[in-house]
């Protein structure tokens, strides 16, 4: 009898599907990236390769994902052969990354969420378009377009939210989330507030709320993304150092 893997011996979740993978990719860039941001603001400096056992476990994360999704054995689309080799890159610019010094390490892997989420994007469609499934069983959602887009921007690391005044604020970068958006997909249980994980907003700052997926909500979005196609090429989203994202606050 073949002994189960590791981790699923008294698990009965399923593994998640490759699309799945490849949007906890993004999510694991997300907090290493939030990670960096703090090490690079910390007072003192915090040590030079505090960072490189994560930029090693992400680079072998990302190899993993790879492998996932060469496993499908989908037909080589030009698109899909494109985001093949930007898990590629990635796998090797978080391994490189590791023997750089923090500033330089931050600015390899700035990139790579929205990458993941390219990737994920246009695997999710080469699949539906054989007539397959881009997520693995699990409770479905009905999601609007403002969810959806919420979604999407959470997965991507655009989402942080902050309080001022007595008042709770959501920050935005590309598309519009506003915080009664958030509050329904927490309800829902999609997504969820990682109090003072990520980056202040200015030097000095106090540290602001991550928005996260949840695992209900990565199954969400798989299931949604691509639903109608709407394509996002890998290499057609870049996803800018914080320190130079254009931001916007909307509250209620």
Not at 121 to 130: D, G, K, S
Not at 154 to 180: K, P
Not at 238 to 248: D, L, Q, R, V, Y
Request: glycine content about 6%.
């Amino acid at each position: 009898m073949t002994t189960p893997p590791e981790g699923f011996l008294f698990d009965g979740a399923a593994p998640p599907t490759p699309v799945e993978r490849l949007l906890l990719l993004a999510d694991q860039y997300v907090q290493h990236n939030d990670m960096l941001d703090r090490l690079l603001r910390a007072h003192p400096p915090s040590e030079p390769n505090a960072h490189a056992a994560s930029a090693q476990r992400l680079a072998s994360a990302t190899r993993t994902a790879l492998k996932a999704v060469t496993d499908v054995r989908l037909f080589r689309s030009p698109d899909l052969s494109d985001a093949v080799v930007r898990l590629e890159q990635l796998a090797f610019l978080s391994s490189a990354s590791a023997d750089q010094q923090l500033p330089m390490a931050r600015t390899l892997t700035a990139l790579a969420p929205e990458a993941a989420m390219g990737c994920a994007n246009t695997l999710a469609y080469e699949i539906r378009r054989r007539g397959g499934t881009a997520a693995g069983d699990g409770p479905e959602h009905t999601l609007t377009a403002a969810h959806h887009t919420a979604l999407w921007e959470i997965a991507c690391g655009n989402v942080v939210v902050t309080s001022s005044l007595g008042r709770q604020n959501v920050h935005y970068r590309d598309e519009r989330v506003l915080m009664g958006t958030l509050r329904a997909l927490e309800a829902k249980g999609l997504a969820e507030r990682v109090p003072k994980s990520a980056p202040a907003a200015y030097v000095g700052g106090p540290l602001q709320d991550r928005v996260r997926l949840t695992p209900a909500g990565t199954t969400a979005l798989a299931t949604a993304i691509s639903i109608p196609p709407t394509r996002r090429a890998p290499d057609t989203t870049p996803a800018p150092a914080p320190t130079a994202a254009k931001t916007a606050a909307r509250s209620r």
